[in-house]
């Protein structure tokens, strides 16, 4: 069965520091991978998307930025937090194949940025 | 502009008793339609997911309905147990997986 990992679960960074967020899905090959953020009681937002290796497609422009070195290793980053990063950072997969896109989420990632 | 509208943002009923949840959209082109649950501090998880050809799916005691003629869709749940309280997300598809627009969610609490 596939699973979705991210880490850490919470992290609390000063403003202007670096960040690094890491998603990993087992079990499958070749899945679409996405980073969300989800303010407090608001719906999700589309931070990135990526269909292969190397291939980053940005829904939003900000402070972030996206890598996907290896087939199942997303990972979201920033030279410089801001205070306005603070949220809640979900990575999502869905099958690479298409069909219905079922997106299945990990346990998320809570940005404090003081 | 595409949108996904929840209602009522929040909802309080007793453990035992049924609710309904209502989501509307104004998605186009129309794929499909999800809900999902989201206990706090998690990852949303999937309950139901219906396309333009399906009015009804159920999942355990989690019903959804969807018309798509009106663009509605709506979440019964029967029998409310304690661990259904979490927030319930209607998402909506159009034709690709990064064209997904997301409602803000319905906060349900239940109490015993």
């Known amino acids: 069965s596939q699973t979705i990992h991210q880490w850490p679960a919470t992290l609390v960074q000063p403003v202007g520091s670096p960040l690094s967020l890491e998603c990993t899905v087992e079990?499958?090959?070749?899945?679409?991978l996405y980073w969300y953020r989800q303010a407090a009681g608001r719906g999700l937002q589309l931070l990135f998307y990526s269909v292969g290796i190397g291939q980053i497609s940005s829904e939003v422009p900000q402070n972030l930025s996206a890598s996907r070195p290896q087939d199942r290793q997303f990972i979201l980053s920033s030279k410089k937090l801001l205070l306005s990063d603070s949220s809640f950072y979900l990575c999502?997969?869905?099958?690479?194949?298409?069909?219905?896109?079922?997106?299945?989420f990990g346990p998320g990632t809570r940005l404090t940025v003081t | 502009k595409n949108q996904v509208e929840q209602s009522p943002q929040s909802l309080i009923i007793l453990e035992g008793k049924n609710c309904t949840l209502q989501c509307n959209y104004t998605v186009s082109p129309f794929s499909n339609l999800r809900w999902y649950k989201q206990d706090t501090g998690r990852g949303p998880v999937s309950l139901t997911i219906m396309t333009f050809s399906e009015n009804t799916k159920s999942n355990g005691r989690y019903t959804a309905t969807l018309d798509a003629d009106t663009k509605q869709s709506s979440l019964h749940i029967t029998a409310s147990q304690l661990s259904d309280s979490a927030s319930y997300i209607c998402?909506?598809?159009?034709?690709?997986?990064?064209?997904?627009?997301f409602g803000s969610g319905t906060q349900l609490t239940v109490l015993p």
């Open positions: 079990g499958t090959s070749n899945p679409n």
């Open positions: 999502a997969w869905s099958d690479g194949r298409g069909g219905l896109y079922q997106q299945y």
């Open positions: 998402v909506v598809s159009a034709d690709s997986a990064r064209q997904l627009t």
